[in-house]
């Protein structure tokens, strides 16, 4: 059984950091590109970051390069989103997404960007 479970998540005021965890199991980690999605209140789902399965290659939302970076850890199986100088709009709840051979999803963790 395939899970993604996300960590790090929280309240924090503009200009502040978090960073977020998604550990997988039950899949070749290895294998798989890993995303982050996010989805605001009233919106649709948007992709924040993608690294490739070797981790060779990343990609940003425009809205968040050079304020946010994408990682993963192959030997913990783990894809991380450092988030910097985070805004207001920032606020949403997080999704991580492995894909390759199949889908998965994380169930989200919300992140809340308020003073």
């Known amino acids: 059984q395939v899970q993604l479970v996300e960590s790090g998540g929280g309240l924090v005021k503009p200009g502040g950091s978090l960073k977020l965890s998604c550990t997988a199991s039950?899949?070749?980690?290895?294998?798989?590109?890993m995303n982050w999605y996010r989805q605001a209140p009233g919106k649709e789902r948007e992709l924040v970051a993608i690294i490739t399965s070797t981790g060779t290659y990343t990609h940003y939302a425009e809205s968040v390069k050079d304020r946010f970076t994408i990682s993963r850890d192959k030997d913990k199986s783990t894809v991380y989103l450092q988030m910097d100088r985070l805004r207001p709009e920032d606020t949403a709840v997080y999704f991580c997404?492995?894909?390759?051979?199949?889908?998965?999803w994380g169930q989200g963790t919300q992140v809340t960007v308020s003073s």
């Open positions: 039950g899949l070749i980690f290895w294998l798989y590109d």
């Open positions: 997404n492995a894909r390759g051979s199949a889908d998965y």
